[in-house]
């Protein structure tokens, strides 16, 4: 932790960043569809899609490539966000081909197109994914378990307001991602489902 750095910010941060998004929003859709099948297809989207990915930027960052696992430089940042852009397709051509639920591949999907779009803006501006995370589960969710998911926005709320008080990014790069997430997730598991 840096020496002016809340606890609370660095807490909020570390606890609600975009794995436990993806972990919460694949096992919750999974029960939604097929329930306990269906959070066996939450798990592989899950796996693909969140726990690949950390253990690639943990590895990265136990190797000294990047500070930390928000992994904030540009350089390492289109890295990383390369190498899940790749594992997400991976497993969603794996779960096409083994047959998963027409809504958990629209789940994944979803998250690539968000994720995609994130890669194109890092070339020229510092968006937060976290917040496109987060609100894009948030929104996927509503639409699955309906309005009163909304509450989850709340949550959503306090992740920008940590990046902002950790100067891990501005209030328009956490606008900015909370929008084209929320946006760009719903419209694309709307239209894939």
């Known amino acids: 932790m840096r020496p002016a750095e809340s606890r609370l910010a ?3 941060t570390d606890w609600l960043e975009p794995k436990n998004w993806i972990i919460a929003v694949t096992l919750l859709i999974g029960w939604h569809v097929a329930h306990w099948p269906g959070v066996a297809w939450g798990i ?5 899609a ?8 943990k590895y990265g960052v136990r190797r000294g490539c990047w500070g930390d696992r928000h992994v904030g430089a540009k350089p390492a940042r289109l890295l990383v966000m390369a190498v899940i852009l790749l594992s997400v397709t991976t497993g969603i ?5 083994v047959g998963a639920p ?12 968000t994720l995609a779009i994130l890669a194109m803006i ?10 496109a995370v987060s609100a894009g589960a948030c929104a996927m969710l509503v639409e699955t378990y309906g309005a009163w998911m909304a509450c989850g926005f709340l949550l959503v709320g306090m992740v920008g307001w940590s990046r902002v008080k950790l100067r ?25 489902r």
Do not use: C, E, Y
Request: no cysteine; glycine share 4%.
């Open 93 to 97: 051509i794996l779960m096409i081909i």
């Open 168 to 192: 891990d990014h501005t209030r328009n790069q956490v606008i900015a991602g909370t929008i084209l997430g929320a946006v760009v997730a719903a419209a694309v598991f709307q239209v894939a």
């Open 10 to 12: 660095r807490r909020i």
């Open 50 to 57: 969140a726990m690949i990915p950390i253990t690639f930027i």
């Open 102 to 113: 027409r809504t958990m591949i629209a789940l994944i999907v979803s998250m690539l197109v």
């Open 122 to 131: 890092t070339f020229a501006w510092k968006i937060s994914v976290h917040q």
């Open 44 to 48: 592989v989207g899950a796996l693909f």
